[in-house]
């Protein structure tokens, strides 16, 4: 044992008398609550304040038998302000069993709308890692929002799939379910023999045990948990490479896959759409591309990060097409690697994938980008698609046609004011600048008035973006 110099000794002495002669007031304002919502004005009730996360640990067990989970998400964050208390988003009908911070019984309550609150045995200091470990089991919810549709947890006839576009994230595990506070993730999901659990990212081992399956995923680059996504079921699994050398996971529902050879043509043309997507916008910013297909009843396809999911439901036999590929993997630059920074900026996911679609029907033989724009600027001047401003099209309406068609026919527009080698700079350099990262409509119209005339492009921006109704071309 060494000895402690008396300099040291005496210092640490007089700091802990200071400490406990400290009045219990002025200890108790070094640390404040986390503020309970994210700061978006279309879901205030969503994100928390106070701290960022680092990395999310999902273990799930699914029964099919009782459709529910028995779950434990362990969360590494970092506190950036002294915390007295922080909240997770929690969404629906899950008991909590236990929860601990930095491996030590915290004290919880489920409050609001969404809001788990927990507060610590002690204050967190800003600056300090900490980690959370949540359990909890029941039948997670799933949410049927009049505009926005379904999201969260959804049985499927031999398994479940979560899909969490705007905030279905937290009915699944406790979460920051804010676009801002993106992560890495690990998954570990269990289900019974003989079904399959595939995850965003790569996989990392299954193991089977007493009549039970558990596949591990990685997902190894920074993910808002509005892209996150669970799958388990029966699937054909394809892992390959595509012939520019990204790796391929792709997955049909086995029930779905009724044709010869439907797996090899959804992963063949899945890689031809990724590598010529990394032509035109850069280096594929993920681990792995691929997607899966289930019969979801959703309705809608959506850009998960790494693997894109296709609702097949009533189309047992027919793939998604080239355009559909080209929006969602599109999407992995445009929303999955840059992310809008609020969801009033979400044009900059949807509108550059509506563009990708235009530009690879091109590609392919088809309509020119041209041509899809004048087809798309024909539709009558009282059409609902001309309400609204592109930038800021409201709460109800982010995936209404005004930020997908009209947020394209903006892309084009600057594609036609700064000409076609500036732009395919532009769309190269945007997503490399920024990936991994979010970014606002305000930063993007800067970033473009780099590559030509500021003025000239102000307008364009005031009469495509912020301006309500058919722009005079």
């Known amino acids: 044992m060494s000895k402690i110099p008396r300099a040291l000794l005496a210092l640490s ?5 200071a400490l406990v002669a400290a009045p219990p007031a002025e200890a108790a304002t070094r640390f404040t609550p986390g503020a309970p919502g994210g700061g978006d004005p279309y879901f205030p009730d969503m994100g928390n304040g106070g701290y960022d996360v680092a990395h999310y640990d999902v273990e799930l067990k699914y029964d099919p038998a009782t459709k529910a989970i028995d779950a434990t998400t362990k969360i590494q964050a970092v506190a950036t302000q002294n915390l007295s208390r922080f909240n997770l988003d929690f969404l629906g009908p899950l008991q909590i069993s236990a929860v601990t911070v930095n491996g030590r019984p915290a004290e919880y309550a489920r409050t609001g709308a969404q809001e788990l609150e927990i507060t610590p045995p002690w204050g967190l200091w800003r600056g300090a890692p900490f ?18 549709g379904i999201s969260g947890w959804i049985p499927t006839s031999d398994g479940g799939l979560m899909l969490n576009q705007p905030f279905g994230a937290a009915t699944v595990y406790p979460v920051n379910d804010s676009p801002k506070d993106k992560a890495t993730y690990t998954f570990s999901i269990t289900a019974p023999e003989g ?7 790569e996989p990392a081992g299954t193991r089977t045990k007493d009549g039970w399956t558990t596949a591990r995923w990685r997902m190894r680059q920074p993910m808002a948990s509005e892209l996150s996504v669970i799958a388990i079921g029966k699937f054909t699994v394809t ?33 031809a759409v990724t590598d010529w ?27 998960t990060q790494g693997r894109p999911v296709y609702d097949r439901y009533g189309r047992p036999g027919r793939n998604p097409s080239d355009g559909l590929l080209a929006h969602e993997l599109g999407h992995q630059w445009f929303g999955d690697s840059v992310t809008p920074a609020r969801w009033s900026d979400i044009w900059l996911n949807e509108g550059f994938a509506t563009y990708t679609e235009w530009l690879y029907t091109e590609h392919a033989g088809g309509a020119t980008a041209q041509a899809s724009f004048d087809e798309a600027y024909a539709t009558d001047a009282g059409d609902d698609l001309w309400k609204g401003k592109v930038a800021d099209p409201g709460r109800d309406h982010i995936f209404d046609g005004l930020v997908y068609d009209r947020g394209a026919m903006t892309v084009h527009m600057i594609r036609k004011t700064i000409g076609d080698d500036k732009f395919f700079r532009l769309v190269k350099l945007w997503p490399t600048i920024n990936k991994y990262g979010n970014a606002s409509t305000e930063d993007f119209t800067r970033f473009v008035k780099r590559f030509g005339d500021a003025a000239q492009l102000d307008a364009l921006f005031t009469k495509w973006l912020y301006t309500e109704g058919k722009p005079a071309l």
């Open 277 to 303: 997507l990394a032509a035109t916008y850069g280096r594929y910013p993920f681990g792995s591309t691929g997607g899966i297909v289930d019969d979801a009843h959703v309705s809608y396809a959506l850009e």
């Open 195 to 201: 079904l399959t659990s595939l995850a965003n990212g």
């Open 13 to 17: 002495l007089s700091l802990a008398a």
């Open 239 to 271: 892992d390959g490479v595509t012939p520019g050398g990204v790796r391929n996971i792709t997955a049909i529902d086995t029930a779905l896959d009724t044709a010869s050879g439907q797996d090899a043509d959804f992963q063949n043309r899945t890689g």
């Open 131 to 148: 980690q959370v470990s949540v359990s909890y089991a029941g039948v997670p919810q799933t949410v049927d929002d009049d505009a926005l």
